[in-house]
Structures are given as structure tokens and as C-alpha cells.
């Protein structure tokens, strides 16, 4: 049951309960980070092994968003609380924030106050919150005609003794009435009919946007969940050299979301792989249309420029690539290769001997630029770097075929 609150001498500042904020920053990080992680508890199933992976995996990406959600909300909800100033009140009226103007209480014609249940489960707060509607009487500047104007305070933004308080403290001064009711709907016989119509409006506004944001969702995480799916399930058919999956996996990855250009790039790929040069420059083309900065797309590229004999195209995409990144060993292997093509067997040396330092516990890099020794002629070292490749991974496949072909080499010399 409220009371009617002690009467006011001077001014009060009522400014927004850091508690009640820390709570709904706390309950809808809860709320976001589950409806974030949807998408990719979907999405990394084919490339995780079991299922204590896949938990610990989820976990891990769950605690993340949380813990960003709600740190940047606390701190977007403190600079609020510090721009808004709070809710000023006085024996003349209310102000409502910082910049508003005071709303007398004779202006005050009107009041509604509901509930808030889907709100308050939504965002996992321990009470149902409240909405408090205060009506102020302004006359409308163009037709001199009197209009309501309403105020809206949510009760989040307090704890429940401060915004009941407020509520009996509001009602009492405006309309010399405290209702014993957590819900309530208090005006004048003139405005009933406004109040009425504006009361239906609002439920069906609230209801639309209700369902257009259910489906923007339903849609969204749907859209994000299968686009992850294929696109890791493509990744896992590219590793195991099954490239015709890869193929279907990434073609549909790229249906689902035709600027992914990561798809694209993992598209061409795998149909380079399986020798089909059109294809894969007509997708790694696409990728770049789409991420114009997409080194691995270049790098691409620049193999089919050289299997062409286009060296200067070529040349130009790895110089390109190299300002991008720096430190991308890909782009230093094939800048190596394009040496050699060349017959610049000094500058491929000296990109090769980049590459051991700096890709010294990279498998792949070391292996493919073993390959690299060897059609450069430099066998011995090849076979060392090759060594060096399977003692960090002895199921390398990339090392192992070449030391399969360097023996067959050997055993037939």
C-alpha cells in the first residue's frame, strides 16, 4: 500500500539508483550474450570434436560477450545518469532531466502506471518493472487547441521503494490522490477519451514492434547460425583435401550471404585445388569486389597470374599484398616462387630464409617452403626444413608428400 509522501520545504534530487543500474546492465548482459552466442553454438559444431569442447567452447564465448555487454552498458547507462541529472523536484513541479523544463503540478492532468512483465523477464530483472506515464497540458503552438504531452519514467532506473515514492509523492501533488495499486490509471473525465485512444494505439505499436522484433531475430540468428555452419563445415572438408564438400558447403555459405568474402576466398580456393583456374578467379574476383584489402584473395590470384606467365600482374598483387601485411608468410612464399619463375634465385633464397625465422613453429609454411629449396635445386636443405616441418607435426600432410616424392625421387635415381 503506498502513502502519501511528507511534503517538500526545498528542492530534491532524485537521480537514477546505481544499484538498479548495475542490475539491468547485469540482466540484459545475461539476455544478449545467450542471443549472441546462438549463432555460433550452431555454427562451430562441425569443428568441434565432442561435446565437453563444444561446452567449454561456448562458455568461453558466452563470458566474453558478457562480460563486454555489461561493462559497456554500465558505463553507457553512468554517462546517462551524468548527462540527465536526474529527476529534480520542488514545491512549484517536476523536472525531469537536466535540460527539460519543469512541469507544474497544476499542468500535471494525467498519470498511468503498468506493468512490464515481458520487459522485466527479457532482461532478467527480479521484479516486475513499472511505466510511469505523467500527462502535462501544454497548448499546441499552431492551433492554440490544449494537447497532453506525456513523460515517461521506467522504474529500472530506481529501486522500488524510490520509484513508489515517487509515484505517491507525484500523484499526490498533481492530482491530491495516492493509489493503493501498482497499476494505475488516474485523469480527469476530459481526458478519457484521449487517454483511451492513445492507451490502444501504444498497446498495438508495442505489439507490432514486438513481433517485428521476434522475427528480425528469428531471422538474424537463424541467418548468422547457418552461414557459420556451412562455412566451418567447408573449413573442415578443405583441411581433409575433400574439396568437392568444400565446394557445396561454401557455394551455399555464399548464398546465404553474398558480401561474406571470406566465403568467396574459400570458395576459389577449393576449386583451385580441384584445377578449375576459371571458377576460382572469377570467385577470388568477387571476394575483392566485397573486401577490397583481402590479401588471401590476392595471394590467390597472383598463382593463376603466374601459371598465365602474367610475372608483372603478379609481382604487382604480392607488392600490394606485402604493404597489407607485412608479415604474411603466404605472401612471402609466393613472392619466392615468383622469384624463382623468374630466375631471381638469390631474392628467393632470401624470402625463404624469412620465412624459417620467422614461420620457425608453422608446419605448413616451413613445408611448402621446402618445396620451394627443392625446385630452386636446393635439396639438402629442402630435406632439413622438411624434418624440421614434421618434428613440430608428424602427420603434416603438406611434408609428407613432398618427403614421399623426394624419396620416390631418390629411389628411382
Not at 566474453?64 to 554517462?79: D, E, H, P
Not at 473525465?189 to 501504444?202: C, D, N, V, W
Request: aromatic share 10%; proline share 4%.
Amino acid at each position: 500500500m503506498m502513502s502519501s509522501p511528507p511534503a517538500l520545504t526545498g528542492l530534491y534530487l532524485l537521480r537514477p539508483n546505481t544499484g538498479a543500474m548495475r542490475k539491468l546492465a547485469l540482466g540484459s548482459a545475461t539476455t544478449i550474450a545467450t542471443l549472441m552466442c546462438i549463432p555460433d553454438a550452431v555454427g562451430i559444431i562441425p569443428v568441434v570434436p565432442d561435446p565437453l569442447a563444444w561446452c567449454i567452447r561456448i562458455t568461453g564465448l558466452w563470458l566474453s560477450a558478457f562480460i563486454l555487454w555489461a561493462f559497456g552498458f554500465i558505463a553507457t547507462l553512468y554517462f546517462a545518469r551524468f548527462a540527465g541529472g536526474g529527476i529534480l523536484i520542488s514545491a512549484k513541479g517536476i523536472k525531469f532531466s537536466r535540460f527539460g523544463k519543469v512541469v507544474e503540478w497544476k499542468n500535471i492532468k494525467a498519470l498511468t502506471l503498468d506493468t512490464q512483465p515481458l520487459f522485466s523477464l527479457a532482461f532478467g530483472l527480479a521484479g516486475t518493472a513499472r511505466r510511469l506515464l505523467v500527462f502535462e497540458e501544454k497548448s499546441d503552438k499552431a492551433s492554440g487547441k490544449k494537447k497532453l504531452v506525456p513523460h515517461p519514467v521506467p522504474s529500472f532506473q530506481f529501486s522500488p521503494e524510490e520509484f513508489t515514492s515517487l509515484f505517491a509523492y507525484i500523484c499526490d501533488n498533481a492530482l491530491h490522490f495516492v493509489p493503493h495499486s501498482t497499476e494505475a490509471y488516474i485523469f480527469q473525465q476530459e481526458q478519457s477519451q484521449f487517454l483511451r485512444s492513445s492507451g490502444k494505439r501504444a498497446a498495438t505499436l508495442r505489439k507490432v514492434l514486438s513481433v517485428i522484433i521476434a522475427i528480425g531475430l528469428v531471422l538474424f540468428l537463424g541467418r548468422k547460425a547457418s552461414l557459420n555452419y556451412f562455412f566451418n563445415q567447408g573449413t573442415v572438408s578443405f583441411r581433409h583435401e575433400n574439396y568437392a564438400a568444400a565446394i557445396k558447403d561454401f557455394q551455399t555459405a555464399t548464398k546465404i550471404d553474398q558480401t561474406f568474402a571470406a566465403a568467396w576466398d574459400q570458395l576459389a580456393r577449393s576449386e583451385f585445388r580441384r584445377g578449375d583456374s576459371l571458377k576460382a578467379e572469377q570467385h577470388w574476383q568477387r571476394a575483392l569486389q566485397m573486401k577490397p584489402d583481402l590479401v588471401e584473395a590476392k595471394v590467390g590470384l597472383s598463382n593463376i597470374l603466374m601459371s598465365r606467365g602474367e610475372y608483372k600482374q603478379a609481382e604487382s598483387l604480392l607488392e600490394q599484398c606485402a604493404q597489407l601485411a607485412p608479415h604474411n608468410f603466404a605472401v612471402y612464399l609466393n613472392q619466392a616462387v615468383l622469384y624463382q619463375k623468374l630466375g631471381q634465385i638469390d631474392n628467393s633464397r632470401e624470402l625463404l630464409s624469412t620465412v624459417l625465422h620467422e614461420a620457425s613453429n608453422d608446419p605448413d609454411s616451413l613445408a611448402k617452403a621446402a618445396r620451394i629449396y627443392d625446385e630452386i635445386g636446393d635439396r639438402a636443405v629442402a630435406l632439413v626444413v622438411l624434418k624440421q616441418a614434421l618434428n613440430i607435426a608428424p602427420q603434416n600432410r603438406i611434408a609428407l608428400s613432398l618427403m614421399a616424392q623426394l624419396k620416390n625421387e631418390r629411389g628411382a635415381q
